[in-house]
């Protein structure tokens, strides 16, 4: 079965450069959402989107932002990047609610700030 | 606002024991709550996920119960393996957000 496929999977960028992370949910999911997990943190929900507009957003940086397309991926830009950027990050995606609600998580992208 | 808590936050257990990883969350409103097992430095591995309709679910040597209006989960291994040390997270997805909150994880080490 088709997963969600995140790149690049590893990324190494230095200070006040600017990332881009690509997610590519689930054939026929229309719902993408972004987590980032720091070093020895749990996962923390940045920002979600349904049929390409935001959905719900959490504690993003207003140095990032992130669009949906009409193809459903997804992207998310970093700019000015600082080393507590540095995190493991998550898309996740969902298909048409059917009531359960699920998200299928993608593998992470490491961003590592030098 | 949703809080999810885990305990214990680490677990050194000898192969062969039965454990018990609670989790624990202050929203009852919730969708569904989800299992993760993750690996040191790798991604999110779904174990099992119960709906708020649910009471348990069942894989292999695992199981998750869920009391929603206690606002509690337990997962439940049975014959634990050196194989099974992992980082174990829950996840719940609380009604009327798009997005899961996290459990702050139970360290899970099987010796040998």
């Known amino acids: 079965a088709a997963g969600v496929i995140q790149s690049p999977r590893h990324l190494i960028k230095e200070k006040r450069e600017t990332a881009t992370l690509k997610c590519y949910p689930i054939?026929?999911?229309?719902?993408v959402y972004w987590y980032q997990q720091g070093p020895g943190q749990d996962p923390q929900f940045l920002i979600s989107f349904y049929e390409k507009m935001q959905s719900d957003k959490g504690s993003i940086p207003d140095r990032f932002s992130a669009q949906q397309f009409s193809d459903y991926h997804s992207e998310l830009n970093m700019s000015s990047l600082e080393l507590g950027d540095s995190a493991l990050y998550f898309c996740a995606s969902s298909p048409p609610t059917g009531g359960e609600y699920e998200q299928y998580f993608g593998p992470g992208t490491r961003l590592t700030v030098t | 606002k949703q809080e999810v808590t885990q305990i214990p936050a680490a677990l050194s257990v000898p192969e062969g024991e039965n454990l018990v990883l609670n989790c624990s969350f202050t929203?009852?409103?919730?969708?569904?709550l989800q299992w993760f097992r993750q690996d040191p430095g790798k991604g999110l591995t779904s174990l099992l996920l119960i709906q708020s309709s649910q009471r348990e679910q069942t894989s292999g040597r695992l199981n998750a119960s869920l009391d929603k209006s206690s606002g509690r989960s337990t997962l439940y291994i049975a014959a634990s393996q050196p194989g099974d040390s992992a980082t174990y997270l829950c996840a719940v997805y609380t009604s009327g957000t798009y997005k899961y909150i996290f459990g702050t994880g139970t360290r899970l080490k099987v010796l040998a």
């Open positions: 929203d009852s409103a919730i969708y569904n």
């Open positions: 054939p026929r999911h229309d719902t």
